[in-house]
């Protein structure tokens, strides 16, 4: 689906605002009947617009008081070392989100730890093991001011 119609972007900004809406009441915020609202969302989810459905969670209330943007540096790049690094990552809880960048570093990772105790054992006991990597750079956050999953939709505008 490359283009979103104004209904269908109405319907994305609704769920990501509320996963938990019935389509019963996703309907009367369109002002449309029940069957094809759900035809439209079953649409989404069919084309993977929509991938799945979560729970946002405060990490503070878990106990995760840190989060670290963490910079990594590899020496190796072979097809055996990236698969095991990758595996490594996805099987990580700490481990929020692993993009591959451009620029001096290789990788930048978002780590959410319990305190900086529990962040320094994770460093070394996960991060340092990690195939290929030669160097580590951590920002530690002093301050969440925006934290957001919602992506912009084109077409919503109201």
């Known amino acids: 689906m490359s283009s979103i119609d104004t209904v269908n972007a109405q319907i994305l900004e609704l769920l990501q ?14 002002n449309m009947s029940e069957t094809p609202c759900w035809r439209r969302l079953k649409k989404l989810e069919e084309t993977g617009i929509i991938e799945g459905y979560q729970a946002n969670l405060n990490r503070r209330q878990l106990g995760l008081g840190v989060m670290a943007f963490v910079q990594l540096s590899c020496s190796e790049h072979d097809q055996a070392a990236t698969a095991e690094f990758q595996r490594i990552i996805e099987v990580t809880p700490n481990i929020l989100a692993c993009h591959n960048t451009t620029g001096e570093d290789d990788f930048l990772l978002i780590v959410v730890a319990r305190d900086l105790d529990d962040y320094s054992a994770f460093v070394d006991s996960t991060l340092r093991r990690l195939p290929g990597v030669t160097s580590i750079r951590s920002n530690l956050s002093l301050k969440e001011m925006k934290a957001s999953s919602k992506l912009p939709v084109r077409g919503s505008e109201r």
Not at 17 to 30: C, F, P, Q, V, Y
Request: hydrophobic share 35%; glycine share 8%; no cysteine.
């Open 17 to 30: 605002s509320d996963g938990r809406m019935t389509n019963a009441k996703l309907a009367e915020h369109l």
